[in-house]
């Protein structure tokens, strides 16, 4: 028995160790391009220390003292909830004109569905710029940004539950004599109708923390509030910003969850 | 009231489904079609309303200026006219579990009533009254606002008879409309189905020739696309076993056992 | 008895809740300033501003690549390190390795991570780190800690509890059991997050270099910064290229996987 048996006893266990091994030896490669230096964290913790120590404790006067910060949140919110409720809407009608049991005309379908495929692929950061350099920058901007990325989120996952809806109720009403339309209106839509709120409100809280992120990028709301008040060095203000944020984005969860589990169980 | 005229249907690869099925059924008839798997029975029904097109023949039915149209040949508006009279139970039911009874039978008339209304606000209080009182005909009206989905299916099926009811048919289609009940359902529902070929023809395809016998007024029997028989609902065991196969043990109209698997009887 | 016993009220129940959401959303849509007449004009200039970007500058296409290369490394490092990361906090989070407080804490800093939105982690780590590499990758770390922590804590708890107790009942201590009984039955799955979690990574390195991380993100951004929008355009197709031929990748190796992924 060679000492290689010896040590790696089985053909799986030499694989393994070989591919832990190589995935080690590539991280500590990138690491070394790039000039990370993962304990640098530990090492250069006084960094972080400093930071703390102007970060805290937190200024949550900045929050009263002027109007436009309580105002800079309801616009973040207000983004987060017209983004969901237009982007859903739009993703909804959507999706039926791509679905295959609800479009009969094949181009119209085929528009829709590279529609939705074109959104899924633009990167996020496009799409802002293209809003932006349309609208100016500001919440409008975000708005549509929060909006296209709902469409471009659901909008395939819309049309493929249409098309796994149940056949057979739809078949007995087109055999009273019903149109599509009213096929749709009967037997799809309440088929649909549950996971389709439920998304919806699943959306709100993705929207939410999207909402605060483009406020970064020239979307307005708290999130450039946030922005500006690290960029001039007032981050006394900024920990109080964030204080909130993480409030507010945990109480968006938290509703999203409650109303999410109220729908699915009354539809059951 | 039905005729039906050389229905043929073939695969590309030339088997004949359907061979020159032809056959007329008049008001107060309950015919029952028979024949093994994939005889054609189940393709017929559907040429019936337009389910399925033939690739030739005829389908006559009688709207209510009494012209006969040709199922087969008609299109879109036309057809979903016609389809507006004609009543179809299927062997899955095929209700909207999310709605309620009440709600499915209502659905019933949406060929009869303009797309818009339908759509807007639903049904008038006196369409709703008569979906009641055709659901209160199949026993179900207590059950009325409960969802579809919770019943049994024994249940569903008076629901989907309802539901046909309402549509005040001038022809009603029944496929296989007691292959997934137990034997006690599928008496009910053949009892809640015979008195309703005293106003209207009912054309129903089964596996169960004890019933179509016991039930029906007429059965035809079809194998390997072709009508063979066409009479009696009473069949004789010869008869049978020339529908089914030799491999079947027949008694008494019961097929029992066929060859290791067991065939509802 | 008539219908009306049975008939759902649904049009009326509605109303209310209709007419409320009506008046929210024009609310809100005052606050964000939304006018038709903006979006119009404004996607026709829009339109013609990406137009006149064509077309790319295809000399500036060889420049793309090292900061490309850059960002798919940052979002490999941030990845590799938040999964290290991500099965600590996993591990503390499990009930069936961990005490019920320690379960509870680890639990409650997971969630609370996902509440933090990357870009405010990121600006938080450039404050204490400066720009540069370094704060983005321990972002793109510490984000993996949110959505992976609880798909992998759920996954752990997971586990037939009697293996861990077998192990446990020969004598094995709580690292033992860790290396020789978890690991093994959650690779598959943790393989399966890390290549999900990588996709989204290379997004947010790109998206986090244009607020000064480097890659290819910083070069769109100081593209445009500098006017030079053929040399933006060419960012921007590396980058479509970029996301895409990652997300291709990933899912082609999660297939390869294919255990029952919740993420599929």
Redesign the interface.
Known sequence: MSLANFILPSKKYRQRASVSGLVILSVALACAYIGFNPLGFFTEFHFVQDLLGEMLPPNFDALWSSSSIGFSFLQTVSMAFLGTLYGGLMAIILSFLAAANTMPFRVIRAFARSLLSLLRVIPALGIVLIYVIAVGIGTFAGLLTVVTITVATFGKLFTEMIENAEAPPSEAIYSVGATQVQVIRYSIIPQMLPTFIANLLFSFDLNMRMAVWLGVFGGGGIGFQLYLAMRVLHYKDATAYIFFIIVLVILVEKVSDFLRKKVLKASA | MLEVRNLTKSLPNGRRLLDGISFTVERGEFVGILGASGAGKTLTLRCLNGLLRPDAGSVFVRDEQDIAHDICKIRKRQLRHMREKIGVIFQGYHLVKRLSALENVLIGRLGQISTLRSILYGFTDDEANQALLALAQVKMDHLAGTRTGSLSGGEMQRVAIARAIFQQPTLLLADEPISNLDPSNAKVIMKLIKPLSEQVPVVGVFHQPDMTAKYCTRVIAIKQGKVIYDGDPKLSDQLLAEIYGEELTVIENKILVKQGESVAS | ????????TR?RKYLIPTLA?TL??L???R?????LQ??QE??V??GL??ARMFPPDWQAFPEMLEPAF?SV??A??GT??GTLMAMTFALLAANTIAAPWIRNTSRFLI??E???????IL??LV???GL???PA??TLAIGCVGMMGKLLADVIEEIDPVTIESMQSVGANKMQVIIFGVWPQILPSLISFALFRFEVNL?LS??LG??GAGGI?YE?DYA?NTLAYHRALTA?LV??VL??ATERLSRGLREKIKVGDPLK
């Open positions: 008895m008539t219908w009306r016993d049975f008939r759902p049009y959401v929210l959303s609310g809100a849509a606050v964000c300033g939304v006018s903006k979006l404004g996607l200039t829009s501003f990406i850059d490394v940052i490999f490092l590799a390190f969630g609370l996902r509440s933090l939105p990357e870009l405010v600006l938080l404050a204490a780190f540069g590499a370094t990758i321990l997004r790109v998206v244009a607020v993100g769109l445009f921007l980058i479509l996301v895409f």
